[in-house]
């Protein structure tokens, strides 16, 4: 047993050598592959996630622009809404000056037209009652007067009523 | 034969008394097992590095990059820094010799190879070169040996101190090899010992050996996956404290 501890030059030797060669070896044929494979990956990797942070913040800034933008259109809104406001209101108040004064100058022009048509009714009917009148004194006078006279009559009558 | 010499013929390595021109040459159990393990790592790792974008292709190069990035992430950087990075074929192949090596003795007409001294010793003088290589590179022959005093040691305790950390670091490398010697020689004879049961009590009654069979059989089925578990473990405890102690002089205090 007690050979367990008994070194083996000649097998130490060889042990490195086969060691040494195998790294040497495996550096050459696989491990420079695949760590160059995993290096490419990683830095694949490590450029798609730069390229996704850099498109996020190019998103975060366009948001904010975005968000900027539409902040101020949304008070541009509300000040043109509150100017087309202000212009309804002066223009309902034009509106309804201009409506009133209309309305007084048609209800002017309605009671002129009135007082006319009224004036021109009141001659009519003076027309008529003279006319009427004279017809109905003719009737009496005819039976009594005659013709010249009653002729002389009515154009005193008529006479009288156009003076009036 | 007693149970000393049975336990012996089981771990011990054999020459198999091969001579050139009358010189010994140093092919025995052991050695050749190792070469062999060198010749499967290096047609199979060439293999998988060379395979297609086929499933199986990607399969087996993504199992061996998340290797490699276990050994580069988890021992190699944290504890060499960047400095590291050039020795990584190293430690990928350190590590993987070694967990081999301890996991051939559990093929049946295989032996462990790390169970031999000269072996382990082999890998701690590649290791200690590494550190020597390390230290030299990175901070020439002076700064080397200047790392080995601590920062702040007043100079009356220098010609103390130096040995101290020297002979520390020897030590440092030559227990690399004393821990997984022992750690692999003890699995196995733990386990020869559990087979050797069954026929040491079987020798007194041929009953009470029939009876040994399905503890001993139990224990040893135990045994050996605590054997796997053992290699893995020591493989990388080889593998971690070469790159702490490469490391170490690396980034002097």
């Known amino acids: ?164 | 034969m007693d149970v000393a010499e049975i336990i012996a013929h089981h771990i011990l390595d054999h020459d198999w008394g091969v001579t050139l021109d009358g010189l010994r040459l140093p092919i025995t159990t052991h050695s050749v097992t190792l070469m062999a393990i060198s010749v499967v790592l290096l047609l199979g790792l060439s293999w998988i590095a060379r395979l297609g974008p086929s499933r199986a292709g990607r399969l087996l190069t993504t199992l061996m990059e998340e290797y490699v990035s276990f050994i580069r992430d988890g021992i190699v950087l944290p504890n060499m820094g960047k400095e590291g990075k050039s020795f990584l074929p190293y430690f990928c192949t350190l590590f993987l010799f070694v967990l081999c090596s301890a996991l051939a003795g559990l093929i049946p007409n295989m032996k462990t190879a790390t169970a031999n001294i000269s072996v382990t010793a082999a890998l701690a003088l590649c290791s200690g070169g590494l550190i020597l290589y390390c230290g030299l590179k990175f901070h020439g022959p002076i700064g080397f040996l200047k790392g080995f005093i601590p920062s702040g040691t007043p100079g009356w305790l220098v010609p103390l101190i130096f040995p101290l950390e020297v002979v520390s670091m020897i030590i440092k490398v030559c227990v690399l090899a004393i821990r997984l010697f022992a750690n692999m020689l003890s699995g196995h004879m733990v386990l020869i010992c559990l087979l050797l049961i069954i026929f040491v009590v079987g020798q007194m009654h041929i009953a009470a050996g029939a009876g040994a069979l399905l503890p001993a059989m139990g224990l040893e089925l135990f045994m050996t996956c605590l054997e796997l578990l053992v290699a893995f473990l020591q493989a990388y405890v080889f593998t971690l404290l070469t790159s702490i102690f490469a490391g170490s002089v690396i980034h002097t205090h």
Do not use: H
Not at chain 1, 93 to 121: M, T, V, Y
């Open chain 1, 1 to 164: 047993m007690e050979d367990l501890l008994k070194p083996d030059y000649g097998v130490l030797v060889l042990t490195v050598c086969n060691f040494l060669l195998l790294v040497y070896l495996l550096k050459k044929f696989a491990w420079n592959l695949i760590i160059g494979g995993l290096e490419k990956r990683e830095q694949q990797i490590a450029d798609d996630k730069k390229q996704a942070q850099d498109a996020r913040a190019a998103a975060e800034t366009l948001k904010q622009e975005l968000d900027a933008k539409l902040a101020q259109i949304s008070e541009e809104a509300s000040k043109r809404m509150a100017e087309a406001v202000k212009i309804g209101e002066k223009q309902k108040e034009q509106i309804l000056s201009a409506a009133k004064e209309q309305s007084d100058r048609l209800l002017a022009q309605a009671k002129a037209q009135i007082e006319a048509e009224k004036n021109k009714a009141l001659a009519d009917v003076r027309g008529e009652i003279a006319r009427t009148a004279v017809l109905a004194a003719s009737k009496v006078v005819q039976q009594q007067m005659s013709e010249a006279s009653a002729k002389s009559v009515v154009d005193r009558v008529l006479e009288e009523i156009k003076a009036k």
